[in-house]
């Protein structure tokens, strides 16, 4: 059976995350800076809860939490620790509050850090940052429940080999309340699922394989094959992603992703399989009500 993932945020419905600029929160002080933060906080927590309480009533099995859920939560002037918000107590209890929800309703949730998120930098200060900000949305996981930190291979700074080398080295050095999460996801401009692929068996990590970056950056690999050897990979429920370009008959750049799904574009070779699909079409809930709309004879939804 198929579990639908939405993206982080609506199209239509009305609910709303909110965020935060280090600017903004430059002209206070330290204490109203935490004021402000506390209430942002909150607010993200009631509003998960919402959108959790939208994709059970509407079958949705599947939810991508947004990475400013705790806004600025690791910036070099404004971050903070969760227990220096005011009523810090209350706010993780309300994220507890949504991981419940989540195992009462078997909603699955995950994390897509910003490609800011490096581990395979060639500048210490950059991973030291991108571990930093992979602890804080552990933290967080631990919460709520969540299984997945995805992340891109990142760049191949001129030697792809060395690069994957090094992010296999950084990979074995997380916390296991990280590593555990962690999966790799082939991008659209650098790391394949041929490139990514052996990295991911050597040490254990799952590959969600994006079909919509394998039919921009090809390899050797078909997409059935592909899909098989991630499917190898997971040592839990697969994390697929779906998209559409917006204009497939510009093949100079296909990358910017679609409203909606075209049909044409969901694989059949997972069509009988037991994954989570998240949905990256810019339509949000729409596209997805329109997506099972248009495979609901095919497809059996979780």
């Not at 993780?92 to 995950?110: L, P, V």
């Not at 998120?117 to 919460?143: F, G, H, K, T």
């Not at 068996?201 to 969600?208: D, K, L, N």
């Not at 075209?262 to 699909?277: A, E, K």
Request: proline share 5%; charged share 25%; aromatic share 8%.
């Amino acid at each position: 059976m198929i579990r639908l993932g939405l993206c982080c945020v609506f199209k239509q419905a009305p609910i709303s995350f909110k965020r935060a600029t280090a600017k903004y929160l430059g002209r206070f002080d330290r204490v109203e800076q935490l004021d402000r933060l506390a209430f942002i906080c909150r607010h993200n927590g009631e509003s998960l809860l919402q959108a959790l309480t939208f994709c059970r009533d509407n079958g949705i099995g599947a939810f991508r939490v947004n990475s400013q859920i705790l806004p600025l939560k690791t910036h070099p002037a404004c971050g903070y620790d969760i227990e220096e918000l005011p009523n810090s107590r209350q706010i993780i209890e309300q994220f507890e509050a949504c991981g419940e929800f989540c195992r009462k309703n078997d909603i699955r949730t995950s994390f897509h850090p910003d490609q800011f998120i490096l581990l395979s930098a060639l500048d210490p200060m950059i991973v030291e940052n991108s571990i930093r900000d992979l602890l804080y949305q552990s933290q967080v996981a631990e919460w709520i429940g969540a299984d997945v930190i995805n992340v891109h291979g990142g760049g191949a700074y001129g030697d792809k080999k060395s690069s994957l080398n090094r992010l296999a080295v950084q990979i074995t050095r997380l916390p296991e309340k990280v590593r555990s999460r962690l999966t790799l996801e082939n991008d659209d401009r650098t790391y394949t699922p041929q490139d990514l692929l052996p990295l991911c068996r050597e040490i254990g990590i799952p590959m969600v394989y994006d079909v919509h970056h394998h039919r921009c950056m090809r390899d050797e690999l078909s997409i059935e094959t592909a899909t098989e050897e991630a499917l190898k990979t997971w040592n839990r429920e697969p994390l697929f992603h779906l998209s559409s370009p917006t204009d497939e008959h510009n093949p100079r750049n296909i990358r910017p992703h679609h409203d909606y799904i075209n049909p044409v574009d969901f694989p059949d070779c997972w069509t009988h399989l037991d994954i989570t699909i998240e949905m990256e079409a810019k339509a949000k809930e729409l596209a997805i009500f329109k997506f099972k709309k248009d495979f609901g004879s095919r497809l059996k939804f979780r």
